[in-house]
């Protein structure tokens, strides 16, 4: 049976069951496409880390003997248009049945299903095998419940997969060291030289620009500096556990002005990529804490595996748990518009200034930045929250929408 398995940009698991045995019958497709690139204006590190990781994932699908039909942005038959694009493979291929794994926007899981069903062959879908969790696990933890308190999701999810637990109490005597998270850094620890790839992105960047893809931002127009493969989303997450995980917990909520990252991992972008994957990550780190020749304080450990098993695993549950209405609430009836300076990081607000100047420099913010400056910022002058999710989701490296809807929309 000829197969169309399709590959979404956020969806590069090498990992996954499926390429486990190659079949030349089955062809795996991947699309750059204005789709995709147009819906809100994106930073063009964003758009550069997606085309290159992608080209990257499907190089690799093919050393790996894998069939694999790739379309660049400006190739001559993208349609620019997912359901285009896949209607015109499965003709042309003469393709029995069409498989995906499961989206994690709102809007392409419906686009596909709508596909699917009206699809003449068979069709079906598959787990992207990434989460903890299932998409309906917070709903099902939640029902009855008046609220929805994060703390109580993540408690049993220590328990459910026995992280940081002795017998059935926590590590350390508590739940959360959160109140041992909030030190100013003041330049008294050191902060090892960064690591950065340097990938070469002049071929991706030059395509982008022909195709006049509108985007925000800036970008050293040769090298991009996050990791877009496995092998580079490993490096930097085993230099973060040898260098910077000893002051993660301290500092995660410090900012300062010479220092763009401090203690953040930087595998944001690999995780949401799905390059690596979450459980990787945590037991990577709880390894780390566990043989570490200099001892770690739990505090550093659990900070960290809170943000990942606690409250990634929860947006993404409160994304599915209350989409499509969540994506019109506007509860406090806010009106106004996104100021220019948004745009251009050109105000006289210092903190504003060196927060915005940084998300377009470096498509990157701390969640401190992000919620605490430019998200209250964009409260108390009640900007609509249309406007503020565009934003959000066009500028950081690292958006997508499940994770950055909840975080805020919802806060």
Not at 389 to 409: F, K, M, S
């Amino acid at each position: 049976m000829k197969k169309l398995r399709l590959i979404l940009g956020d969806q590069l698991n090498s990992q996954h069951s499926w390429l486990t045995e190659t079949n030349p019958d089955t062809i795996y497709c991947l699309f750059e496409m204005r789709q995709e690139t147009d819906y809100v204006t994106h930073h063009i590190q964003k758009v550069v880390g997606y085309f290159t990781a992608m080209r990257h994932f499907a190089d690799e699908l093919r050393k790996a003997n894998h069939s694999v039909v790739y379309f660049h942005i400006n190739d001559k038959k993208n349609t620019q248009s997912l359901v285009e694009n896949l209607a015109l493979l499965i003709a042309e291929h003469h393709i029995e049945k069409f498989e995906y794994l499961s989206p994690d926007e709102y809007r392409l899981d419906q686009q596909l299903k709508i596909f699917s069903t009206d699809l003449a062959i068979d069709s079906d879908v598959f787990s992207t095998e990434h989460f903890y969790t299932e998409r309906e696990d917070l709903a099902t933890f939640f029902k009855g419940k008046k609220q929805f308190l994060m703390e109580h999701f993540y408690r049993n999810m220590r328990k459910k997969h026995q992280i940081l637990m002795v017998d059935k109490q926590p590590e350390g005597g508590k739940w959360n060291f959160d109140a041992s998270n909030r030190k100013k850094w003041k330049g008294d620890t050191l902060i090892p030289q960064e690591i950065n790839f340097d990938t070469n992105v002049e071929e991706v960047h030059a395509d982008i620009k022909k195709a006049g893809i509108k985007t925000i931002g800036e970008i050293n127009s040769k090298y991009f500096e996050y990791p877009i493969s496995r092998k580079q989303s490993l490096e930097q997450l085993s230099y973060f556990c040898e260098h910077l995980l000893v002051h993660f917990g301290d500092y995660q909520d410090a900012m300062h002005t010479d220092k763009i990252y401090l203690y953040h991992s930087r595998i944001s972008f690999a995780m949401n990529s799905k390059i690596i994957s979450p459980k990787e990550v945590v037991n990577t780190v709880l390894e780390t804490y566990r043989k570490q020749k200099e001892p770690i304080d739990i505090s550093q450990v659990e900070g960290f595996i809170r943000q990942i098993l606690g409250w990634r695993e929860y947006m993404r549950g409160m994304y599915w748990m209350l989409m499509p209405d969540y994506k019109k609430e506007n509860f406090l009836d806010n009106k106004n518009k996104l100021p220019d300076f948004f745009w251009t990081g050109k105000t006289k607000m210092n903190c504003l200034k060196n927060a915005i100047n940084n998300s377009l420099e470096n498509g990157y913010a701390h969640h401190i930045q992000r919620l605490m400056i430019t998200g209250n910022f964009a409260l108390l002058t009640q900007i609509h929250p249309d406007e503020i999710d565009a934003w959000y989701l066009g500028i950081y490296v690292d958006a997508i929408e499940w994770v950055q809807l909840p975080n805020t929309r919802g806060m």
